[in-house]
């Protein structure tokens, strides 16, 4: 009797292989013979579950995306305003362990994503949901007299974003001079930059 396949188990094992070779070796090490030997399949293999390497890759991606996007609604739930910017931008950081490995995943996209069409498609739309999501967030906020700013909220926005960023490539590269508690004192001092000035 023929083994029966399951299909999905595979791939999410070949996007969980590449994963770890990514988080262990770096993104230019994920070749399509390491992620085979890593999964414990051969080259071959693959060919049946995705169309080239991109794919996988484009799979990896979202599928780290789509663990984010599950612990952030059970953090944002109930939340509005300033306090779900200050959690989102919070769970954007390497605070932890896990996140340290998402960031670490995400920022080995970003050179990749410069050679790869569909990477950089991908990348662009996910950025571009964040940034919809904090620009949102600040609107809310300012409507409630939470915060206060003449500047523009796209570009507050901007340098959020572009904070947040930053300082996850500061903690990667420079962990023993940025640790977690700094992080979250430096984005903790820019969001109450925003706050009214009390009487």
């Known amino acids: 009797m023929p083994?029966?396949?399951?299909?999905?188990?595979?791939?999410?094992?070949?996007v969980e292989a590449t994963r770890?070779?990514?988080l262990r070796e770096g993104i230019e090490a994920a070749t399509t013979r390491a992620i085979a030997r890593?999964?414990?399949?051969?080259?071959g293999v693959l060919t049946h579950y995705?169309?080239?390497?991109?794919?996988?890759?484009?799979?990896?991606?979202?599928?780290?995306?789509?663990r984010i996007v599950e612990r952030l609604r059970g953090k944002l739930a109930g939340l509005t305003?300033?306090?779900?910017l200050r959690e989102l931008l919070l769970d954007n950081l390497p605070l932890d362990d896990e996140r340290v490995q998402e960031s670490g995943l995400e920022i080995g996209f970003w050179s990749?994503?410069?050679?790869?069409p569909a990477l950089h498609q991908a990348q662009r739309a996910e950025a571009e949901e964040l940034r919809y999501l904090v620009r949102s967030l600040l609107g809310t906020a300012a409507e409630a007299g939470e915060i206060t700013t003449?500047?523009?909220?796209?570009?507050?926005?901007?340098?959020?974003?572009?904070?947040?960023?930053g300082l996850s490539v500061h903690r990667l590269l420079y962990p023993d001079r940025?640790?977690?508690?700094r992080l979250e004192r430096l984005l903790g001092a820019e969001l109450d930059r925003l706050r009214p000035i009390s009487a």
């Open 3 to 14: 083994k029966i396949v399951n299909h999905r188990e595979r791939r999410e094992e070949v």
């Open 20 to 22: 770890r070779i990514i």
């Open 38 to 43: 890593e999964a414990g399949y051969s080259n």
């Open 50 to 66: 995705f169309a080239d390497k991109d794919d996988i890759m484009l799979s990896a991606l979202h599928s780290s995306h789509r």
């Open 81 to 84: 305003g300033l306090a779900a």
């Open 112 to 116: 990749r994503s410069m050679t790869s």
């Open 150 to 165: 003449t500047e523009d909220l796209d570009d507050v926005a901007e340098r959020l974003l572009a904070l947040v960023d």
């Open 178 to 181: 940025l640790g977690a508690e």
